[in-house]
Nanobody, 124 residues
Framework: QVQLVESGGGLVQAGGSLRLSCAAS????????MGWFRQAPGKEREFVAA????????YYADSVKGRFTISRDNAKNTVYLQMNSLKPEDTAVYYC?????????????????WGQGTQVTVSS
């Protein structure tokens, strides 16, 4: 099992940038596919981005493609989400999640471990 703690959220103006971090406990971080999800008030949790165990492949939701970048540092047990050109509709609680396996997936139910979330608010 891996425990996850997100940080880096906050309030930013539209067009601004934030970088989220997710620190994982344990020695097996590199065996997990990692993903970022978000949930806005009154909406279902939605997929944002995912990255393979080695970091060689990434996958993004269409709504963030070209603006967000997911990356990981297995030596630091950390996954990042660089968010640029932020829009008010990006406002949500952002969660990182871990999936023990090989393939990337955008389905929340296929991730077994979740962080507590970090709030991102983008003002217009």
């Amino acid at each position: 099992q891996v425990q996850l703690v997100e940080s880096g959220g906050g309030l930013v103006q539209a067009g601004g940038s934030l970088r989220l971090s997710c620190a994982a406990s344990g020695r097996t971080f590199s065996t997990y596919v990692m993903g970022w999800f978000r949930q806005a008030p009154g909406k279902e949790r939605e997929f944002v981005a995912a990255i393979t165990r080695s970091g060689a492949m990434t996958y993004y939701a269409d709504s963030v493609k070209g603006r967000f970048t997911i990356s990981r540092d297995n030596a630091k047990n950390t996954v990042y989400l660089q968010m640029n050109s932020l829009k008010p509709e990006d406002t949500a609680v952002y969660y990182c999640a871990a999936r023990y396996g090989v393939s990337i997936t955008s389905t929340p139910d296929e991730y077994s471990n979740w962080g507590q979330g970090t709030q991102v608010t983008v003002s217009s």
